[in-house]
């Protein structure tokens, strides 16, 4: 049942999420069983063993298989907190304009204080919104399942799916194998 469930909420994030935003972890309990998934998820899907990577207790290249590139990831935090902040300001800065012109006395006759007390809060929401959007928690989740089972002497098979590909499809190829499947946004 608990696979049911799982498999479930795959096949929606799949349905949401273009397949090649997805990336796939399978954990193995050798280097052997995982080598001989990553020929059959070849040979029986579209999916080129470029796109398909093992990760081993002794991989210098850990990181970099996981995860792509860490500079892409700090420009998206970067420009989302930029964008949002800006937005956040200007929103402030609108409704402290509409508050001084035409609102009540108090903040007619108090406009610097009034700009104050509505920027702040407008960047801040803006900031905070920005941060919510760069909380991955799914993205934690295949992170952390891989480290641990690489820590615990187990083996990773992660695959970051291309375009044309289900992923679905490849989920169920691998849970005939693997004693845990992983599937998160890149």
């Not at 063993?49 to 860490?70: A, C, G, Q, T, V």
């Not at 949002?84 to 006395?105: D, N």
């Not at 006759?109 to 809060?121: E, G, H, K």
């Amino acid at each position: 049942m608990n696979n049911q469930v799982s498999s479930q909420r795959q096949s929606l994030r799949g349905a949401i999420v273009s397949s090649s935003k997805l990336q796939i972890a399978a954990v193995f309990d050798s280097k052997q069983r995982a080598e001989k998934m990553l020929d059959i998820v070849s040979d029986e899907t579209r999916v080129d063993k470029s796109h398909m990577h093992i990760i081993d207790k002794h991989d210098p290249r850990f990181n970099e298989k996981l995860e792509k590139s860490s500079s892409k990831i700090g420009k998206s935090l970067w420009s989302s907190h930029l964008v949002l902040g800006g937005i956040g300001l200007g929103i402030g800065m609108v409704v402290a304009f509409l508050l001084t012109q035409f609102g009540p006395a108090l903040t007619q006759q108090n406009t610097m204080f009034t700009y104050i007390a509505l920027i702040s809060p407008g960047i801040f929401i803006g900031l905070f919104v920005a941060g919510l959007f760069g909380l991955r928690p799914d993205r934690d989740h295949l992170v952390q399942n891989v480290k641990n089972a690489v820590r615990y002497g187990k083996v990773a098979l992660v695959i970051n799916i291309p375009k044309s590909q289900s992923s679905t499809e490849i989920v169920t190829l691998l849970d005939q194998q693997a004693s845990r499947v992983i599937e998160s946004v890149k």
